[in-house]
């Protein structure tokens, strides 16, 4: 678990590890798939929820296959897979927004 330190000027409740590494994901998949990305204009709002519930699903399917294997999650599985949530559903926001991504 990472230990939030906090500040008199921070108030914020994410820390920047977990903020930091949404921003990676989201980076890397837009490098990857380029227009193709969630930042792409191809996609229409039923799209990117479908991408969204993929990444979802695959958190759900960790959690399934521990119960069924009866052990418990891969909690690196599940960071990993709940960050690509959390970047698919800020990269629609950004979209949303009109942010473009400057990746130099
Ligand atoms: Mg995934």
Redesign the pocket.
Known sequence: MVEKVKTMNDDRLLSELTLGAINEEATRAHIVHGDNSMMGFKYSASDRLSILM??VG?VAREINDARLGRRPADKDKLV??LI?VAAMAATWVEFLDGVIPNLG
């Open positions: 993929e990444e695959e990993i897979e690509q």
